[in-house]
C-alpha cells in the first residue's frame, strides 16, 4: 500500500532553474505502461506539497492557484519517482494514476495526432515481439 | 529504411497555444522503448524544419538559435509520430534516437533521481512480469 511519509528530495528547490514564471515543468509519466499522460508546472509550494503528501500538486496556470491533481476528479497521481534533468530545468514525474489523466476522459492529454511516419517494420526487435506474439 | 517525405501536421502551428516566450514544449519519448529522453522548445521554424526533414529540431534557448539535435553529436532523433495534448499547449515527440539524447552521454536526461518511493510490490501485473522473467 502506499506509506504516507514525507519524502525528501536529493535537490533542492533552490537548485532547480525555473522558466520566465517561476516555475518547473513536470513530465508526467504513467510508472506501469510507461505512457506519457501529461505536462504541468510546479511552483515551490507545489513541490512540497507533492513531497509531503506524496500526491501530485501542481501550479494551475489558468487559475493561479495549487492543484491538488484528482481532487476534484478522483483522479489522483500518486508518486513513485521524481527525477531532475541534467540541467535541473524539467522534472519527469512517474505516478501510479488513478483513473484517467486527462479532463476529458483520456487517459493521457497527448491525444490529437498531428504526424505518424510511414515505415517498413524492418525494426529486428519488433519483428521479434511481432513473431513472439503470435507464438 | 526511413522515407524523406515532407510530413504535413494535422494541426497547423497557428493552433498551438505557445508560452510566455513565443515558444512549445516538446516532451521526447524513445518510440521503441519508452523511455522520456528530454524536454525541448519549438518555435515555428524549428516546428516546420521537423515536419520538413523528419529530424527533431528545436530552438535553443541558451543559444537562440535553431537547433537540428544530432547535428554536431550524430545523435539524431528521427520522428515516429508527433501529438498534441488536449489545450494544444504542449507537443509529445515519439522519436528514434540515435545513440544517447543526453549531451552527457546519458541515454535519458532524466537520471537525477529525487525521490523514489519504497513500496511493497503487490501489483498482480508487476508480480506477473516478476515471476515470468523467471520462468
Chains 1, 2 share one sequence.
Not at 93 to 114: D, K, P, Y
Request: net charge negative; glycine share 6%; proline share 1%.
Amino acid at each position: 500500500g502506499y506509506s504516507m511519509n514525507v519524502m525528501e528530495s536529493a535537490i533542492a528547490w533552490e537548485e532547480f532553474r525555473l522558466n520566465g514564471d517561476g516555475l518547473i515543468p513536470v513530465v508526467v509519466q504513467d510508472y506501469r505502461t510507461d505512457q506519457v499522460l501529461m505536462l504541468a508546472y510546479m511552483n515551490e509550494e507545489a513541490f512540497q506539497m507533492t513531497l509531503r503528501t506524496g500526491k501530485m500538486t501542481y501550479w494551475s496556470r489558468s487559475r493561479k492557484e495549487l492543484w491538488v491533481k484528482g481532487l476534484t476528479s478522483g483522479h489522483f497521481q500518486y508518486v513513485r519517482s521524481l527525477s531532475a534533468d541534467c540541467d535541473k530545468d524539467t522534472i519527469l514525474a512517474r505516478v501510479s494514476q488513478v483513473g484517467a489523466a486527462c479532463h476529458t476522459g483520456e487517459i493521457s492529454c497527448f491525444f490529437n495526432e498531428l504526424v505518424k511516419k510511414q515505415y517498413d517494420e524492418t525494426n529486428p526487435r519488433k519483428v521479434f515481439e511481432d513473431v513472439y506474439g503470435v507464438i
